[in-house]
């Protein structure tokens, strides 16, 4: 795990550093950058193939370089079947690289933090997706991604014995969203 995510946070670095070397003088300008995103996951996994979620995001950092973003952010995500519903907050530090300074865009995006609520653990997205520049400050924002994250349980069986339980609440994502 620690070797995806060193290896994907290279590539971001990379590609960020190198699209800056070509377009100085394009692409978004160095500043406050902040995202609104609603997602909807398919839960896979043991416990996630019976629970979507519909979520909310939100972003806001520093445009490093006209292809590199660092910043903090929060959601709230609602886990949903017919008999649960549950909720999780995910507070994470994002990197994201736009990989060319054009009106369409391809992205690559990585949060890592963790959640809490209902589904508690470490919190982990890395998505792709392209990004549409509607007017000088605003862009619309695409992607899919995956969300690993497990989470404890804590079970009653039907025999009143305690435990808790880990289970994977991992799903694939599909973000719609804006920048500004």
Known sequence: ???????????????????????????????????????????????????????????????????????????????????????????????RSDLLCQEITPFIDLSVGYSLIDVKGVYINPSVGCRFELTEDIGLNVGFGYTMQQSEFFIIDYNYNHFTEKKNCGGIDFKIGIDF
């Open 1 to 95: 795990m620690r070797r995806i995510l060193l290896l994907i946070t290279t590539v971001l670095l990379s590609c960020s550093m190198a699209n800056a070397i070509y377009f100085e003088d394009d692409g978004i300008p160095q500043g406050y950058r902040g995202f609104a995103n609603i997602t909807y996951t398919l839960g896979v996994g043991d416990w996630g193939k019976k629970h979507d979620r519909i979520g909310i995001m939100t972003t806001h950092g520093y445009q490093i370089a006209p292809q590199f973003f660092a910043g903090l952010g929060v959601g709230f995500n609602y886990y949903f079947n017919g008999n649960d519903e549950l909720c999780g907050l995910p507070i994470f530090v994002n990197l």
